[in-house]
Nanobody, 119 residues
Framework: QVQVVESGGGLVQPGGSLRLSCAVS????????MGWYRQVPGKQRELVAR??????DYADSVKGRFTISRDNAKNTMYLQMNSLRPEDTAVYYC??????????????WGQGTQVTVSS
């Protein structure tokens, strides 16, 4: 079994900050790419940021405002979101590419955490 759990979402005013966390647990040998995605109703889920072996990649809309990081010892990924805008409002999902002890490599999604930016 693998569990992927996001936390840290909430309501924040424009210009404010939030820090999301994604904790991965279970029968895991190795975690490869970890990424944050977001989705608003009626639109496709979009990549926000991802990290693999220390190499990061960001959507143009969040560059300079969001920072992705991970703690490999804790199997946890973070997304520090600064200078938040109303258009950042979405459900944020964690996606993890990992190798299970069974020898199967697969991707897993968390349940999502709501981020609302509004005054």
């Amino acid at each position: 079994q693998v569990q992927v759990v996001e936390s840290g979402g909430g309501l924040v005013q424009p210009g404010g900050s939030l820090r999301l966390s994604c904790a991965v647990s279970g029968s895991i040998i190795s975690i490869y790419v970890m990424g944050w995605y977001r989705q608003v109703p009626g639109k496709q889920r979009e990549l926000v940021a991802r990290i693999n072996s220390g190499v990061t990649d960001y959507a143009d809309s969040v560059k300079g405002r969001f920072t992705i990081s991970r703690d490999n010892a804790k199997n946890t990924m973070y997304l520090q979101m600064n200078s938040l805008r109303p258009e950042d409002t979405a459900v944020y999902y964690c996606n993890v590419d990992l190798l299970r002890r069974s020898g199967v490599r697969s991707g897993y999604w968390g349940q999502g955490t709501q981020v609302t930016v509004s005054s």
